[in-house]
């Protein structure tokens, strides 16, 4: 199914690799105020728990998605699709694919955190199934906002 909406879109679902971190950090620094380092993005490719998914158009990455998983838990840690190719179904793609794996890898509960106001993200997140289960206060910085924690069952 996944597979069959990629070519659909046009759109490769890879690993992230360390040459595609350049294009990935220019889409966190256009999608956030307090954007990820490199080092960050650079730890997730490698980091034994972790899933780090790029979306590819021709040869450009549009997108990205870090996630964890440790036993039967997983943890959304940032998605982002790039300004020019917002509103056209990537940011779901990224998703799925993503839902997909941890269902193979016996994940039962995932959770995000998101900013309360961040209301496109709550929707696509609510679109899968996700809940509100809880908050954290003043999570985010730069501006200061509590973040929507959302668990999904799988």
């Given at each position: ?17 360390e040459?595609?971190l350049p294009?990935v ?9 307090t ?5 960050s ?7 034994r ?24 838990e ?11 190719f ?10 799925e694919?993503?839902l ?11 959770y995000?955190?998101v ?5 496109v ?5 609510e ?22 924690i ?5």
């Open positions: 199914m996944v597979e069959d909406s990629l070519r659909r879109k046009g759109l490769t679902i890879r690993e992230m690799r040459s595609d294009s950090i220019e889409i966190e620094r256009l999608s956030f105020s954007p990820w380092s490199e080092t993005f650079f730890n997730e490719i490698y980091k728990h972790s899933t780090a998914k790029v979306a590819i158009a021709g040869e450009r990455v549009i997108g990205y998605m870090c996630a964890n998983q440790i036993a039967d997983g943890h959304i840690l940032n998605l982002a699709v790039h300004p020019d917002r509103g056209r179904g990537i940011a779901n793609t990224l998703v694919n993503i997909e794996e941890l269902k193979e890898n016996a994940c039962r509960f995932l995000l955190e900013r309360a106001s961040n209301n993200a709550r929707e696509l997140y679109g899968f199934g996700f809940s509100v289960v809880g908050a954290r206060k003043e999570y985010y910085t730069e501006p200061k906002e509590d973040a929507v959302m668990m999904l069952r799988l």
